[in-house]
């Protein structure tokens, strides 16, 4: 195994996440509105079951990423997590449709009973093989190329989300809806699933986990230097202090910038509305700025994958920092003298997406550099638990804020919860790539495709 990322093999590893992704954004558009419109479910009941999917994770993730870290069946590690976890998903999530169209035509409190439990036992489903299928991007690759890998592999969950809103809007479109009493969507959960088992069918025949774990392993020992765990007298490997140090502050970094920026991403849509008359969708809509920060990130994914191995995962993930941080700050001072929305605030957004996608690249990079390569698995799944635990609690609070302090308070809090990350960021002294030196042509050549 060469310091040169596979670009083809990260990619076909990648659909795992593109149909987690395609799942995740169907799920959160479609799953509000059977509650509400089918089961006639009040919002505060509809968020309690929106939130159980975060709750979940906090414990399935790390448990099943753990649990994958000691798998030992020929087929590999992860693929019998991702073969087991993506069928049963897939077959609890085509009775979802059928039950609530069952329910429309015959109410009764049995279905909707058996509809959230069938949706208890897909979370559940979902939260099996997640772990196991990011964990199999830096079980396979190299660690001064994970950034660069994680940056496809994030391309890939964006390709996933899109996708599934093309095919949504082009089956949900108002001509097609206007007017109806019930709208079915099972076509919809049909596609979707189509959309899973083709990714399963993918890393099943096309990914030879058990050999690229053996290349893997055999480049780790030609490669002492990339290793921070150490060996007790039990032969159990083990994290040094200094090591668990920058881990415990790394991860609490993670926690704070997503409660920033998920803060933001709950609630501006609202904000913009009270704030600024702005209509929540549209053109000119609110929704807009935070498209325009999804673009700005997915446009970022592979330049910032190149940039962190030129200057550092730590030092790209500051800049993006700064630039999230200076991003809501400008909002704030910008709310502060203006009552009425400017275009202006595209660029800030567009900041906004950049300095996510510095980030998201190369934190969870990042998280398992510091790990033994046998705990891959429970590591990614810290990871997910930070993050998830950021993304529960903080539209509550922000939330809170908004409604009993003021609609100002959405910019400083995000703001202010950036500004702390980028200072446990510093405590953070491992988990940085291991510099490749290339010299001449060798710089230019970077991937194998």
């Known amino acids: 195994m060469t310091e040169k990322l596979n670009i083809r ?42 939130a159980a999917d975060n709750i979940l994770a906090l414990f399935l993730l790390p448990l099943f990423g753990g649990i994958s870290d000691r798998c030992t069946v020929r087929m590999g590690r992860r693929k019998p997590f991702i073969l087991a976890g993506t069928i049963a998903a897939v077959v609890l999530m085509l009775l979802l449709p059928i039950l609530d169209d069952s329910y429309f035509t015959a109410a009764s409190t049995i279905k909707l009973v058996a509809f959230i439990g069938v949706l208890g036992l897909l979370l559940i489903a979902m939260g099996t093989y997640r772990s196991p299928a990011v964990a199999l991007m830096p079980d396979v690759t190299p660690k001064p190329l994970r950034s660069k890998a994680n940056a ?10 899109v996708l599934y809103l093309i095919i949504a809007t082009v089956l949900y479109s108002q001509a097609r809806t206007g ?34 774990r053996q290349e893997q392993m055999r480049y780790e020992a030609a490669h002492p230097e990339d290793i921070l765990s150490v060996k007790d007298e039990s032969g159990t490997e083990r994290l040094p202090a200094p090591v668990k140090k920058s881990l415990t502050f790394l991860l609490a970094s993670i926690a704070l910038w997503f409660i920033a920026y998920n803060a933001v991403e709950t609630w501006f849509t609202t904000y913009a509305s009270r704030i600024w008359n702005m209509p929540l969708g549209g053109s000119g809509g609110a929704s807009l700025c935070l498209t325009i920060a999804t673009v700005g990130a997915i446009i970022t994914y592979i330049p910032t994958g190149v940039l962190a191995e030129k200057i550092g995962r730590k030092k790209t993930i500051l800049l993006g920092i700064v630039l999230i941080t200076a991003a809501f700050f400008s909002s704030f001072l910008f709310t502060c003298f203006s009552s009425k929305f400017s275009p202006v605030l595209y660029f800030v957004f567009v900041a906004v997406g950049i300095g996510w996608a ?9 998280v398992v550099e510091m790990c033994a390569e046998n705990d891959i698995g429970k590591f990614t799944g810290y990871y997910y638990t930070f993050s998830m635990a950021s993304q529960t609690v903080t539209p509550i609070v922000a939330g809170f804020l908004l409604s009993h302090v003021g609609y100002g308070t959405l910019f400083p809090y995000a703001a202010v919860f950036a500004f702390l990350s980028f200072v446990t960021m510093q405590f953070v002294k491992h988990g940085d790539s291991r510099k490749i030196n290339r010299k001449g042509l060798e710089a230019f050549d970077e991937m194998d495709i």
């Open 9 to 50: 093999r990260t990619v076909l590893i990648g659909t795992a996440f593109l149909s987690i992704c395609a799942f995740w954004q169907m799920y959160n558009n479609v799953i509000p509105l059977i509650l509400t419109n089918t089961f006639h479910l009040n919002e505060t009941w509809s968020g309690v079951i929106m």
């Open 152 to 161: 496809i592999i994030n391309l890939m969950g964006a390709v996933g989300g």
């Open 179 to 212: 007017g109806k009493s019930h709208v079915s969507y099972l076509l919809l959960f049909s596609i979707v699933a189509g959309i899973m088992l083709l990714a399963l069918f993918i890393i099943m025949t096309m990914v030879d986990e058990p050999k690229l």
């Open 358 to 366: 510095m980030i998201n690249v190369n934190s969870l990079p990042m």
